[in-house]
């Protein structure tokens, strides 16, 4: 008897400027069919939870990603987490997440482990009151004016920053979400 646990899939870069639209009620269709159970979707940007007793993270996220290529014809970048790590990420937040805005406070996701070096060239101190940590596979970021006006999340966002690797953010609102969701 496998042991059934329920993971968040996030995907990157759908349902934003009219691109790679991806309509919820098919991406649940689209996990149902994978074998997926309990399958629930969380805003239009692309956040979904299901239960699986097999597969780890990485191999279910490149069987998401099949799928909604040959569903859809364009390929998105997934990262799946599952609870444990969802609420540790949560947990282990470096700033005061409760005395803070949601948009004022981010997540980005990263599909591997990041060395500090990656971000070396970011000049930290220009950038305050703005503010970035690293987590497990995690980069919190403090953005008083939000990710939109962010001058630190445009450096963190360069191609040299995230070669290599799948990175996603989300707000505080969604990495709390997410924690509640994929509770057992």
């Not at 159970?37 to 069987?63: I, K, N």
């Not at 540790?88 to 004022?104: G, M, R, V």
């Not at 009151?129 to 403090?142: I, S």
Request: contains cysteine.
């Amino acid at each position: 008897m496998h042991m059934t646990t329920t993971y968040a899939a996030l995907l990157r870069g759908i349902n934003v400027g009219g691109a790679k639209k991806v309509p919820m009620a098919v991406l649940r269709t689209l996990l149902e069919g994978l074998g997926h159970g309990d399958v629930r979707t969380y805003l239009q940007s692309g956040q979904a939870v299901f239960s699986c007793d097999h597969g780890d993270e990485d191999g279910l996220a490149g069987e998401i990603t099949r799928a909604i290529e040959k569903q859809f014809g364009f390929s998105v970048d997934v990262i799946v987490r599952d609870h444990a790590y969802l609420k540790a990420i949560a947990e282990a937040c470096p700033f005061p997440a409760a005395d803070l805005e949601a948009k004022q406070l981010h997540v980005t996701y990263f599909s591997v482990p990041v060395d500090p070096d990656r971000f070396a060239g970011i000049d930290q101190a220009a950038h305050l009151p703005e503010e970035f940590r690293l987590g497990d596979r995690a980069l919190y970021l403090y953005a008083p004016d939000g990710l939109g006006r962010s001058k630190l999340a445009e450096q963190l966002s360069k191609p040299r920053v995230n070669k290599g690797l799948i990175a996603t953010t989300r707000n505080w609102n969604t990495v709390v979400k997410l924690v509640e969701m994929t509770q057992g």
